[in-house]
């Protein structure tokens, strides 16, 4: 839900669900420099279809002409893996709730959707800054371990095996994303937590409610309402009746250190539950789709499923979910030869950085077995994604699965693939596919 510190580092609360840095931007798509190779045309091709498309040739261009570039309204633009990198280990850019408020009101920025949820949210792991984010941060670790993790491995193998199972008996077509990759994340969190299964279809409804909080706000906070009434309850039973799941374990942990209090517990239970599902998604979506469009990588997987967790991290690398996120500046620093002032909003395209060939060979290039693989789309430094693992978990299974339980597997004829309207995030609307020859 944050720039990462969540399961699979979805949602960006850092920013507003419309990029509103992108929006202010004095190029907008259908002006004729929208094409030219200024820099502000550059910015605001971010918004044409054919971004939405295939950023990552933008990218190159951004790379090439200016990669620590400032608009004329103050902000700043990032493409550079190696600038990127730095950044995102530095204290003085600023994940804090409040600065980013200040920073994109000084704009014109519309935050009410904003400023509403992160009120309810109050000062979690995704908004905050150390020293609160290491306290808190460190408190989750000791409950969200890898071998938590890791025990899950088989329980997401049977939630996968039973969705295909569905997809396959209903024919020879399947939409992977209603089929599949939606709905495990969404399951695999519910065991995660210990959420009863006669409870799930609610929670589920909340979730695709909290999803539309920015066309909808009073009907999200009915959601959120309903949720953290459901939630509170529930780690009121697990303080009773304690379980072998993640509520349990964070109540322990706060058993043992007075310092997470209740209003935080709860907070970070709500952003833990609710982070992860569109991403790992994405991600299962968004490598089968790079998979199917490069047959002969698609080919060396189904000879050795060994690969696949190397595969993961190269499909995560090849088309990144979280395009860009977003810091303030909390106090000047350079980058790049250039000097970013208190206050300014800087965007780190963590899609430009790993395709960046300074620090990949060959990266457009989709390659299984590509040693030394350090992307950042999990991101880097205090803020890496605590849930990383988990959404690789998923995907690894999910993947592995497909490739091998259905040697036929296509992309379907027709429309072309719709990509949703966020330049933040690359996220497939449907990917239908054929199973069977």
């Known amino acids: 839900m944050t720039s990462t510190d969540t399961l699979g580092g979805a949602r960006d609360t850092a920013g507003p669900a419309r990029p509103e840095g992108l929006a202010v931007c004095p190029?907008?798509?259908?002006?004729?420099?929208?094409?030219?190779?200024?820099?502000?045309?550059?910015?605001?091709?971010?918004?044409?279809?054919?971004?939405?498309r295939d950023p990552y040739p933008l990218y190159a261009r951004m790379r090439r002409e200016d990669p620590v570039h400032r608009?004329?309204?103050?902000?700043?633009?990032l493409t550079r893996h190696a600038d990127v990198e730095a950044a995102l280990g530095d204290l003085r850019l600023s994940n804090d709730r409040d600065r980013m408020t200040r920073a994109y009101s000084s704009l014109g920025g519309d935050l009410k959707a904003l400023s509403r949820l992160t009120e309810r949210l109050g000062r979690v792991m995704s908004n905050t800054?150390?020293?609160?984010?290491a306290r808190l941060r460190k408190l989750a670790n000791k409950a969200f371990t890898a071998r938590r993790v890791e025990a899950l491995r088989g329980g997401v193998q049977r939630?996968?095996?039973?969705?295909?199972?569905?997809?396959v008996a209903a024919g020879p077509a399947m939409e992977l994303i209603e089929a599949v990759a939606s709905p495990l994340p969404m399951s695999v969190v519910c065991e995660l937590f210990g959420i009863p299964d006669e409870d799930r279809p609610q929670v589920k409804s909340w979730f695709s409610r909290f999803?539309?909080?920015?066309?909808?706000?009073?009907?999200?906070?009915?959601?959120?309402?309903?949720y953290e009434e459901y939630l509170s309850g529930l780690i009121r039973r697990r303080r009773r009746e304690p379980g072998d799941d993640l509520i349990s374990a964070l109540v322990a942990t706060q058993t043992k250190d007075d310092r997470l209090t209740d209003s935080e517990l709860l907070s970070t239970c709500f952003v833990l539950i609710t982070a992860g599902d569109e991403t790992t998604t994405q991600l299962i979506a968004n490598g089968m789709l790079a998979l199917l469009?490069?047959?002969?990588?698609?080919?060396?997987?189904?000879?050795?499923p060994d690969l696949i967790r190397g595969a993961v991290e190269e499909l995560a690398r090849y088309d990144t979910v979280t395009q860009a996120i977003v810091r303030v500046v909390a106090e000047d620093l350079e980058i790049g030869g250039r000097t970013l002032r208190e206050g300014e909003l800087v965007y780190l395209f963590l899609g430009a950085t790993n395709r960046d060939p300074e620090r990949f060979e060959n990266p457009d290039r989709l390659d299984l077995s590509?040693?030394?693989?350090?992307?950042?789309?999990?991101?880097h430094g205090p803020h890496f994604c605590l849930g990383g693992p988990l959404a690789k978990l998923q995907a690894e299974v999910a993947i592995g699965t497909l490739v091998r339980r259905l040697p036929g597997l296509r992309l379907a004829d027709g429309e072309p693939l719709e990509w949703r309207d966020n330049p933040l995030q690359r996220r497939l609307a449907a990917l239908p596919l054929i199973h069977r020859p």
């Open 27 to 52: 190029v907008q798509p259908g002006d004729p420099a929208a094409g030219s190779v200024r820099p502000d045309g550059l910015v605001a091709a971010l918004l044409t279809p054919e971004a939405r």
């Open 71 to 77: 608009s004329p309204q103050g902000i700043w633009y």
């Open 129 to 133: 800054d150390p020293p609160d984010h």
């Open 159 to 167: 939630i996968v095996d039973r969705l295909i199972d569905e997809a």
């Open 211 to 226: 999803g539309r909080l920015s066309e909808d706000i009073d009907k999200s906070e009915e959601a959120i309402d309903g």
């Open 293 to 304: 469009r490069n047959p002969d990588q698609l080919a060396a997987l189904r000879a050795d």
């Open 370 to 379: 590509r040693p030394g693989n350090r992307h950042l789309s999990f991101g």
